[in-house]
């Protein structure tokens, strides 16, 4: 009976396991879900403001700043190229949400990947958990049908044998 039980404790844990694995999945598909439903919303945007360019605006930024910062000029060019860092500036808040929904689509795909490799790798460990019970599921099927052979066995065995009040019963007869 030992062993019976020590098959029915592994069976247990690896059960308990297996439905915590099968939570997680459920769990990441919603996430993907949820993603992919993102993604879709974030796609019209995208496909809108793809020609939009973002790098030169930056590049203007950075060469004009560096320009004030480094160089001396006369009060009236410094405003001029102040103004003209405000319009840059300005630009670049128009193109800030274009940004931002770039971004966010590389960390939205990033996300589906991730949930996606998870998923794959979970679904492998499941694979081993679910051998793994098969075979004490087999095992234990084997117990069972060695004690129900050989409890037909002592039932055949007690039917051989007389009782003594049924040998009473046969001698008061004769």
Do not use: C, H, S
Not at 72 to 89: C, S
């Amino acid at each position: 009976m030992t062993d019976e039980d020590t098959l029915k404790t592994k069976i247990e844990e690896l059960e308990a396991k297996k439905g915590e694995l099968i939570d997680r999945i459920k769990q990441l598909n919603r996430r993907i879900r949820y993603k992919k439903f993102e993604q879709k919303a974030l796609e019209p945007f995208l496909e809108k403001t793809k020609e939009v360019q973002i790098a030169p605006y930056r590049k203007q930024k950075r060469a004009l700043e560096f320009r004030i910062a480094t160089a001396a000029y006369t009060p009236k060019m410094e405003k001029e190229l102040i103004k003209q860092l405000r319009k840059i500036d300005e630009e670049l808040d128009k193109v800030k949400e274009v940004e931002r929904a770039r971004r966010k689509i590389r960390y939205v795909e990033q996300d589906i990947l991730d949930g996606e490799t998870e998923i794959g790798k979970i679904e492998t460990e499941l694979k081993v958990i679910r051998d793994e019970l098969r075979k004490l599921y087999d095992e234990m099927k084997g117990f069972r049908i060695t004690a129900r052979k050989q409890a037909a066995a002592a039932a055949r065995a007690d039917e051989d044998l007389v009782a003594l009040g049924d040998l009473a019963i046969l001698e008061k007869e004769e």
